[in-house]
């Protein structure tokens, strides 16, 4: 077996760059990776995209089965390429899948050609065709299937080597989608299990049988995925319809839900489950039989299912054992349209029962417990302040009261909330000197660096121009002052003052083209043998801002700047990447509304520009921690400008930078260093002293009410 290694497109000795027809199939099959295709559709659409790419004449998709065999998902031409045409053919092709798909290691095969792997059958390419491998796998040593391409063998040794490669990275197109696909049905799964929850959460939220059978009837319906879903409870020997799922009232005397009152009660009294599936079964109970021919005169349901429910907790009424009874509720679902298949809907139809049996068991059994012993205290009170409408309205006039007094006379913090960032305090945001082109970036995202360290390497052909023409300005002048000192020796003494004169000036010349050389070479870092390279360089640092350790920049952009950069023409007011000092301090840079920039300067006591706030801080990736900072004075913006961050607010903001560290912030309420990551959302608290209750809770209403009612007051 000779596993090829995937091609290098810069290798001299290979091609220097793809075909269109290459570069357009691998844009195609990107794109199908991404889309949400069934397997089948997708498989053979990749295929035939994968042979167009390189004019393959066949080729095949093979994926592991559950019990962990290739299986053919689909195939393009792969009975003309010869596969039975020779004897053992079949099983040494089998072979050959066999041990790629072991090896996970794309393989190249000339005709008639054999990995020299013996294990029985000897495993080759038993074709006329070259044969390329390239495993479809999760990882560098799992695979899950391969991808199989028969191509002629009137290509040379570079262009077989270039199709491999094409075809390997074809392969990591559909691991792709695999895991994609994959992910997809794991988010289904886990939506389905949340929504399961909130549906548990919801019924069991009340003891109410009305509340409880509404939840169920609507929140059921949702799950189920039905078009209605009705809830009967049993009271005695008859039944009632308790709830119908998009009715906020049953209408007990509409015709359809007197029918369905009959259907329930005739089947809560057989005890058993009711399916309708377009045809009404013979061996129905009469009474069933009849009420359901009755309904469904009313009804134009083409799937009705009446299930009982029971719940386990039941007791008999003679022995006073736990074990299921008559049902006391039951569900009635209906389908206009059923889908074909309608085993989903059952299944999720037995889920939902399951839960709300016991949710409507326990609100039926609260509604039978005595509560004389807890109310009658209550009741008497209740009496003697007059009845139930006059005891209700002295303890709301009571607790309105004691509301207002509290509001008005209680003192309590006022906070300012506002949207910040956690960054170092030492930031530095390159910049190109000039305009040119990326050549190439020396930094990764996560990689810490020094001062002096080289960021980037740019060119520019006006730059390379400029020096070529002071180069030669240079090397003119000079060999013009040589010829200049040659002529002083021979010319004679009334054209010697002449010469001289000449050589003068040539020489300012001279020094003129070395100073400006040499102020691009400075100002540009430029490369003297290489004119129009210069180099960006990462900045000194404020040692008075390191916190400990040895200072260490950082590139703090979010974004990925490699694949935004790289062979970029830049401008010089293109901002090519920010620096953070990351073993410095570090700050809060928070976006401060300008209708709460008001209330934080009034806050401050004195005209003292070093007069801090004190900031509660909760950092959106570690929410159940609060942390302390001080805002000073002088760290608050002078103007409020547009906040170009935040596309959902409109509003004018004031930046401000909080403090996060420092003696007088006590070591508990620091933000821990290990949550130091540049760019986290922080969510500020600014303290703004302390004012009545009402006014710190309500005081956006109070300003509303002033700037809309009593400005002019």
């Given amino acids: 077996m000779n596993p090829i290694p995937p091609v290098d497109s810069s290798d001299s000795s290979g091609p220097k760059r793809p075909t269109r027809q290459i570069d357009q199939a691998f844009e195609e099959v990107a794109r199908l990776a991404g889309t949400d295709l069934p397997p089948t559709t997708f498989f053979q659409e990749f295929l035939e995209k994968v042979l167009a790419g390189i004019d393959a004449p066949a080729g095949a998709i093979w994926l592991k089965n559950v019990q962990g065999f290739l299986q053919l998902q689909c195939q393009v031409n792969i009975d003309g390429v010869g596969l039975d045409k020779h004897k053992n053919g079949r099983q040494s092709h089998n072979e050959l899948l066999r041990q790629a798909f072991q090896t996970a290691k794309p393989i190249l095969l000339e005709p008639f050609g054999s990995t020299g792997i013996l294990e029985g ?207 006391r509720s039951a569900l009635v679902m209906e389908c206009f349209e059923p889908p074909a298949q309608a085993e989903p809907i059952f299944a999720r139809l037995d889920v939902i029962a399951r839960h709300s049996s016991s949710a409507l068991y326990n609100a039926t059994e609260m509604k039978k417990i005595p509560l004389g012993l807890l109310w009658r205290p209550l009741l008497k009170l209740q009496e003697g302040l007059g009845g ?48 040119g082109r990326i050549d190439e970036i020396y930094v990764d995202q996560n990689q810490e660096f020094g001062k002096n360290q080289v960021l980037l390497r740019l060119s520019d052909e006006e730059l390379a121009k400029e020096m070529q023409d002071y180069t030669t300005k240079i090397r003119h002048s000079v060999l013009a002052i040589e010829s200049l000192n040659k002529s002083i020796q021979t010319a004679a003494p ?56 040895p200072a260490k920049w950082r ?69 159940t921690a609060t942390y302390r900072g001080k805002l000073a004075r002088r760290r608050i913006a002078p103007e409020a400008i547009p906040n170009k961050d935040d596309h959902n607010e409109t509003e004018p903001v004031v930046y401000a930078y909080v403090r996060i560290s420092g003696d007088d912030i006590p070591p508990g309420d620091r933000i821990p260093v290990k949550h130091y990551v540049p760019g986290v959302e922080v969510r500020a ?25 009593f400005q002019f007051f």
Avoid at 391 to 401: A, D, K, M
Wanted: aromatic content about 8%.
């Fill in 121 to 327: 059958i000897p495993a080759g390419n038993p074709t006329d065709y070259v044969v390329l491998l390239a495993p479809i796998s999760f990882d560098e040593k799992t695979a899950i299937g391969l991808v199989e391409v028969w191509q002629e063998p009137r290509w040379d040794a570079k262009m077989k080597r270039v199709h491999l490669n094409y075809l390997v990275q074809m392969g990591g197109y559909a691991s792709t989608y695999v895991r994609n696909q994959q992910g997809r049905q794991a988010i289904n799964q886990e939506q389905l299990w949340n929504q399961l929850e909130a549906f548990a959460c919801q019924i069991h939220a009340s003891l109410d049988p009305t509340t409880v059978a509404y939840q169920v009837a609507n929140e059921g319906r949702r799950l189920i995925g039905c078009d209605r879903l009705s809830v009967a409870t049993r009271e005695a020997k008859s039944a009632k319809i308790e709830a119908v799922s998009g009715a906020d009232v049953v209408e007990k005397r509409a015709t359809q839900i007197k029918l369905m009152r009959k259907l329930a009660e005739a089947v809560l009294k057989w005890d058993e489950k009711l399916v309708f599936r377009g045809v009404k079964d013979d061996g129905l109970p009469p009474d069933v039989y009849e009420s359901l021919d009755h309904y469904l005169g009313e009804s134009a349901a083409k799937l009705l299912v009446v299930m009982p429910l029971r719940d386990p907790r039941e007791k008999d009424k003679e022995t006073k054992e736990y074990k299921p009874g008559k049902a």
């Fill in 388 to 435: 139930r409408a006059k005891s209700l309205t002295y303890l709301i006039s009571t607790i309105v009261v004691l509301v207002l007094l509290g509001l008005i006379f209680i003192p309590y913090e006022l906070k300012m909330d506002a949207k910040g960032i956690l960054l170092p305090v030492q930031r530095f945001t390159i910049f190109s000197p000039r305009p």
């Fill in 494 to 549: 009334a054209e010697k003052e002449q010469v001289e004169r000449e050589k003068y000036k040539t020489e300012g010349e001279l020094e003129l083209a070395v100073r400006a050389r040499k102020r691009l070479m400075d100002e540009f870092k430029a490369v003297p043998n290489q004119p129009g390279v210069f180099f960006i360089h990462a900045p000194d640092f404020d040692p008075s801002r390191i916190r400990s350790g």
């Fill in 555 to 623: 590139v703090i952009d979010g974004r990925d700047f490699r694949s935004e950069l790289n062979r970029r023409p830049v401008k010089p007011s293109d901002a090519l990447m920010k620096l953070g000092e990351v073993y410095g301090e570090w700050e809060i840079e928070v976006r401060i509304p300008q209708k709460h920039i008001g209330q934080v300067r009034d806050a401050y006591q004195t005209d003292d520009p070093d007069e801090e706030l004190d900031v509660d801080l909760k950092l959106e990736s570690h929410v």
């Fill in 685 to 709: 608290n600014i303290r703004c002293g302390k004012h009545a209750m009402g006014y710190s809770l309500f005081y956006g209403v109070w300003e509303f009410l002033h700037q809309k009612y």
